[in-house]
């Protein structure tokens, strides 16, 4: 099963998570989502939806100046983001319990 | 915002002007941030391979620019492109039309360029030996512009389809990856009120320049001023878009064109008209060498120091030009100049257009020692006695 197609529904969701542990910059999520074991994420993806997040206003910025390499945009949850992470995290238990129920229950009919 | 940055990879500047490319249907504002999202996303990866980072590389790393654009847009919730239309076969005018406006384009900022340097060291000394042709291109860059445009959906679309138009892209990009970049651009950025002026002040030039009325270019400076304020925080704002926003910027270069173009002309026009002024008289670069021209002498042996021509009816001619056998300007080799003081303005009797323009004009020094205004001493006034006066005035 193409995860790829998946992720597209719950990367909101994923990037929420990473960021209510720790306030991070773009690439810094990109990474952080592949050690966590979703590595087929898209680097675009994580940077359009830590955009789509911020101008839903989920998320504020602040720029880190860095003396050699690029400057680092964090993103950090604010009041709004933490409550959409709440409810989104209840919609993903209910729909993920769901869908253990059915696969198992259907793998022991098929079995 | 930080401005010390490591100055971007050439391979990053690539890929992100392909990228940018690809969303170019955003509004410029919007594009600019996404663009400096990315920037900042591909230093991080370019930051990983060191030196040895080549476009291949972040192609294989995160996909064709494209796919990376169109992955940003799903991810961002941006609107979709406007499906291009089918692909018509681009006809031969088409073309023809697009290669005229790089063309012309390029030859009206190369020579507006030289007008503007040329009347600010006075290099030819006819700002119209530049500026005339300039225009002439940017009027000539912006009919090819407006056809190409006209009857086209997409007006934008197609006129990023001239040829360099893409360099344009690359070389802002260039430019936000330097160090200086950012600060630069948010300098220019922030100078937007002072170009609502100029461009108002470009057109009132250009109507001096046309109807020679100081009131009615001063009537046309101020209401223009109003109006292009008005527009300049509509455009600001991002209220003005699509085909309306490429006619404020079509309108733009050609109003910075055209107004360097004619600040040139008007000044070469003015000191024409007199004097040249020179400050103090120590930069001073006229013909100080008495040797250089010949000396001629009258029956007299008075030395010749001015020519008065006047034509078959009688008038007396200004600003002739004479020239020898060979085609060698004839300069008297002599002229009147009056210096006042080191930081006062002196009159050299010089005429702009050479030495060998006549009648030249007088410049006394009275006797407290100051210039007086130069003027034309004719020893037989503007008509020659006893010639029929001129043609008749048609207002009369």
Same mark, same amino acid.
């Given at each position: 099963m193409d995860t790829s197609q998946l992720l597209k529904g719950v990367l909101d969701l994923a990037v929420l998570a990473v960021l209510r542990e720790e306030d991070g910059y773009g690439y810094d999520v990109v990474r952080r989502l592949r050690a966590a074991g979703l590595t087929e994420v898209g680097d675009a993806s994580v940077y359009g939806t830590l955009r789509r997040l911020y101008h839903a206003g989920a998320l504020t910025t602040y720029v880190v100046p860095s003396e050699e390499g690029p400057h680092r945009k964090y993103y950090s949850l604010n009041g709004t983001g933490r409550d959409l992470l709440r409810r989104s995290a209840k919609t993903w238990r209910e729909f993920a319990g769901v869908l253990t129920e059915l696969v198992d229950h259907a793998t022991k009919e098929a079995a | 915002m930080s401005t010390t940055r490591a100055t971007a990879h050439p391979a990053v500047a690539t890929y992100v002007a392909a990228v940018r490319e690809e969303l170019g249907d955003l509004p410029a504002d919007e594009l600019a941030e996404i663009a400096e999202d990315v920037r900042d996303h591909l230093d991080h990866v370019a930051a990983e391979y060191g030196d040895d980072v080549t476009v291949g590389v972040l192609i294989d790393r995160l996909g064709a620019p494209a796919a990376y654009a169109a992955e940003l847009r799903a991810a961002a919730g941006l609107p979709e492109p406007t499906p291009e239309p089918a692909p018509v076969r681009t006809g031969f005018g088409r073309r023809l039309l697009r290669f005229l406006v790089a063309f012309f384009g390029w030859?009206?900022? !190369?020579?507006?360029?030289? $007008?503007?340097? /040329?009347?600010?060291?006075?290099?030819?000394?006819?700002?119209?030996?530049?500026?005339?042709?300039?225009?002439?291109?940017?009027?000539?860059?912006?009919?090819? $512009?407006?056809?190409?445009? =006209?009857? @086209?959906?997409?007006?934008?679309?197609?006129?990023?389809?001239?040829? =360099?138009?893409?360099?344009?892209?690359?070389?802002?990009?260039?430019?936000?990856?330097?160090?200086?970049?950012?600060?630069?651009? &948010?300098?220019?950025?922030?100078? @937007?009120?002072a170009w609502?002026?100029?461009? $108002?002040?470009?057109?009132?030039?250009?109507?001096?320049?046309?109807?020679?009325?100081?009131?009615?270019?001063?009537?046309?400076?101020?209401?223009?001023?109003?109006?292009?304020?008005?527009?300049? @925080?509509? =455009?600001?704002?991002?209220?003005?878009?699509?085909?309306?926003?490429?006619?404020?910027?079509? $309108?733009?270069?050609?109003?910075?064109? !055209?107004?360097?173009?004619?600040?040139?002309?008007?000044?070469?026009?003015?000191?024409?008209?007199?004097?040249?002024?020179?400050?103090?008289? +120590?930069? +001073?670069?006229?013909?100080?060498?008495?040797?250089?021209?010949?000396?001629?002498?009258?029956?007299?042996?008075?030395?010749?120091?001015?020519?008065?021509?006047?034509?078959? /009816? !009688? =008038?007396?001619?200004?600003?002739?030009?004479? +020239?020898?056998?060979?085609?060698?300007?004839?300069?008297?080799?002599?002229? &009147?100049?009056?210096?006042?003081?080191?930081?006062?303005?002196?009159?050299?009797?010089?005429?702009?257009?050479?030495?060998?323009?006549?009648?030249?004009?007088?410049? &006394?020094?009275?006797?407290?020692?100051?210039?007086?205004?130069?003027?034309?001493?004719?020893?037989?006034?503007?008509?020659?006695?006893?010639?029929?006066?001129?043609?008749?005035?048609?207002?009369?």
């Open positions: - | 030859a009206a900022v !190369g020579l507006g360029a030289a $007008a503007f340097v /040329d009347t600010l060291f006075g290099l030819s000394g006819a700002p119209a030996f530049f500026g005339v042709p300039a225009i002439v291109a940017a009027v000539l860059a912006l009919a090819a $512009a407006l056809l190409l445009v =006209t009857g @086209r959906d997409d007006p934008v679309a197609e006129l990023r389809r001239v040829p =360099t138009a893409p360099l344009l892209a690359q070389v802002e990009e260039w430019v936000r990856g330097m160090p200086w970049g950012r600060p630069a651009i &948010e300098l220019v950025t922030s100078l @937007r009120p609502w002026i100029a461009r $108002a002040a470009a057109l009132a030039l250009i109507t001096f320049a046309v109807f020679r009325s100081a009131p009615f270019s001063a009537a046309v400076f101020l209401l223009a001023m109003v109006g292009s304020v008005w527009l300049g @925080r509509r =455009t600001a704002a991002g209220e003005v878009r699509g085909s309306r926003l490429l006619a404020v910027q079509l $309108a733009n270069a050609g109003l910075a064109i !055209g107004g360097l173009a004619m600040a040139g002309v008007v000044a070469a026009n003015a000191s024409w008209d007199g004097v040249r002024y020179v400050d103090g008289g +120590y930069d +001073y670069t006229g013909p100080m060498d008495w040797d250089s021209g010949p000396q001629f002498y009258d029956v007299n042996g008075t030395p010749v120091t001015n020519i008065f021509a006047y034509g078959a /009816d !009688g =008038t007396l001619l200004e600003n002739v030009r004479l +020239y020898d056998q060979d085609g060698h300007p004839i300069d008297l080799g002599w002229f &009147e100049e009056c210096y006042e003081g080191a930081f006062d303005q002196s009159f050299v009797a010089a005429n702009p257009w050479g030495e060998h323009v006549y009648p030249r004009l007088t410049v &006394e020094v009275s006797s407290d020692g100051s210039c007086q205004p130069p003027r034309l001493e004719a020893p037989f006034g503007t008509q020659l006695p006893g010639t029929p006066a001129g043609p008749p005035d048609p207002l009369e």
